[in-house]
């Protein structure tokens, strides 16, 4: 067990809905790291953020969207939603700012979308 | 060209042999990690290394900075390192996200 909780872990929706995940961090830990895996794809960072700011930004698409509240739990909004959004979607969380730290990854949210 | 590649993609071995996955990077880095992923999604952080060598357990990590090249070998295997092992790396300079390898798939026979 990472320490690192996301809910929930698996969600299923349909075109053109928008979805919430939610991830919590290990105790201590300030930054917030979105991954997104595909089939096609494989592992793509999304985004990061530190201490309640963005900090990174990878192939995050517009549609999507996170933020970071003062408890340092994040959220990843997912809108619009397409059928290649079906993917399993990992937080991951370190103690500092830059990625070099070492990452502890939440067992992930498995979205599919009809 | 992928930035991370990664070989082989598929690896199946026999309990007790030595296994060495190989993470090949064309940016220069910062640092260069080590995953693995359970047959039931889960990702584990192995190994986060810049130089030389690190070892935990049956498990070593090597990285060679001016050959831009990472191996990760295990070394008496058993069934329960059967998983996907992914490399990931930190490209240097103002650059903070992590760019991943495809993954190598082993499976350890009894």
């Known amino acids: 067990d990472s320490g690192v909780t996301q809910t929930p872990k698996h969600l299923i929706t349909a075109t053109g809905q928008r979805v919430t995940l939610r991830c919590s961090p290990r105790?201590?830990?300030?930054?917030v790291y979105w991954y997104q895996q595909s089939l096609d794809q494989g592992l793509q960072f999304l985004i990061q953020?530190?201490?309640?700011?963005?900090?990174a930004k990878g192939n995050i698409l517009e549609r999507f969207s996170a933020q970071q509240f003062p408890d340092l739990h994040s959220e990843l909004n997912l809108s619009s939603l397409e059928l290649g959004d079906s993917a399993l979607y990992f937080c991951?969380?370190?103690?500092?700012?830059?990625?070099?730290?070492?990452?502890?990854f939440g067992p992930g949210t498995r979205l599919t979308v009809l | 060209k992928n930035e991370v590649e990664q070989s082989p993609q598929n690896l199946t071995a026999q309990e007790g042999e030595f296994i060495t996955i190989n993470c090949s990077y064309s940016?220069?880095?910062?640092?260069l990690h080590w995953l693995q992923q359970h047959p039931g999604g889960g990702i584990v952080s192995l190994f986060m290394?810049?130089?030389g060598k690190k070892k935990h357990g049956r498990l070593i990590a090597t990285i060679n900075i001016q050959e831009k090249h990472s191996s990760l070998h295990i070394t008496a295997s058993h069934p329960r390192d059967s998983a996907v092992y992914i490399c990931?790396?930190?490209?240097?300079?103002?650059?903070?996200?992590?760019?991943f390898g495809s993954g190598t798939q082993l499976t350890v026979l009894p």
């Open positions: 940016v220069g880095i910062s640092a």
């Open positions: 953020y530190y201490n309640g700011e963005e900090r």
């Open positions: 290394l810049s130089s």
């Open positions: 990931a790396a930190l490209a240097s300079g103002s650059a903070r996200q992590l760019t």
């Open positions: 105790s201590g830990d300030l930054s």
């Open positions: 991951a969380s370190s103690v500092g700012g830059g990625t070099g730290n070492e990452q502890f």
